[in-house]
């Protein structure tokens, strides 16, 4: 009976955002598989509100949302700490995680998920200004955190990944390296990082979602009478 | 030692998110200075301070400014340690607290804009949808509060009071507005028992906007929003 479960899929960042975390703390933790699709009993269970992943399981109790989440491993697993001391610092650490999660990672989303058109074209400008306040926060940096990996780096870590998959999928660039130099260098040095290397979905998992993901959306707006 | 932990908040006074902090400075008794700002004519402070957003609330502290109402209230109750907590101390019940304040916000707050936008069919809809929230929260604070709900002292208001009093505080004025029942104690009598025990407490009914401006602002966005879709 393992004392720490994670319940999540292979192919979500923000279940792979838990899985850094608990590794870069040597937590150790039982992985538990399931279908979201089917609404597998065990997320009934264990995320009866929401039904996703990922959910964790300490001592049998439940937390849900991966921030929430985040933010109890920090608090329970006191060694390699995530976010820093200082009360000013943690705060721009939980604000640009937030930042990236609503503006760079949806507005990824919006953008590539829309066929081409106006709409899909301003998608892509508010996406690329969001992208370059991250760029601004990673500059002259190794990691958000500084040297060490920290909080915002497992935040913002799984999105440059996703974004390349999006990319691919929706027909858009967003993260070019030319005009994010910095957010470039740190998300290839990031994904080198074994711990992180080891729980990355692969790619054309990714890939496929987004693909069928798009073409699902697009068709719907093809299909009015 | 003026400068010294001189606090300022840029806000707006029909904006939950800077009631949220408001009253959790007037709770811990931190004195803070108000700015209102006009949302129509944004002042150069308040875009120098949130590039981002450009929005309300910001806090400045020692000329440090911060954004977002849930990242300033950890904030508040991470430097400001005298005065009650905001946050429990066991992990587990932080969790609790994070999780529900986010499902407050994001479930309920979100989606009431809708229930005052519309009418006919699509208010029906949109005020199912609150009602179902209404009973999974109902539900998921027993958890919060095993033994119910009678009394909460000043010193007991934490994070989720806050933000359930931001929402939902003025929550007999939106009943005046829409002709209906939202917080009815025999459907959610823990939520209706929760929310009465919260505005016994002066400063918490003092956070709330004044009925009568509430209850004008809130007809004039239905009668706006009605009049436009039936153009």
Known sequence: MAEVKLIATTDSLFCARIEWALKLKGVEYEFIEVDIRNKSPLL??????????PVLVHHGKPIAESLVILEYIEETWKNNPLLPEDPYERSMARFWAQFAGDKCLWGAWEAAKLAEGEGKVKAIESTQESLAFLEKQIEGKKYFGGEQIGFLDLAVGGIPHSLSAMEEAGGVKLLDAERFPSLHKWAQNFIEVPVIKECIPPREQ???YFNTSISYIRSLSVAKP | MAEE????????????????????LKLKGIPY????????NKSSLLLKYNPVYK?????????KPLAESHVILEYIDETWKNGPPLLPQDPY?????????????????????????SDGEAQEKALKEVFEKLSVLEEGIKNIFPGGIQIIEHENVGLLDIVMISVFGPYKVYEEVLGLKLIDPEKTPLLFSWLTALLEIPVV?????PHEKLVGFLKFIRQDALNSTSA
């Open chain 2, 5 to 24: 932990n001189k606090v300022k908040l840029l806000g707006f006074w029909n904006s939950p998110y800077v009631r949220r902090v408001e009253l959790a």
């Open chain 2, 33 to 40: 200075e108000y700015v209102e700002e006009d949302l129509k």
């Open chain 1, 44 to 53: 009934l269970k264990y995320n009866p509100v929401h039904k996703k992943v």
């Open chain 2, 55 to 63: 929005k309300v609330p910001v806090l400045v502290h020692n000329g």
């Open chain 2, 205 to 209: 009914k003092d956070s709330l906007p």
């Open chain 2, 93 to 117: 019940k932080r969790a609790q607290i994070r999780f529900w304040a986010s499902f407050v916000h994001q479930q309920l707050f979100e989606t009431m804009p809708l229930v005052f936008k």
């Open chain 1, 206 to 208: 990714l890939l496929n």
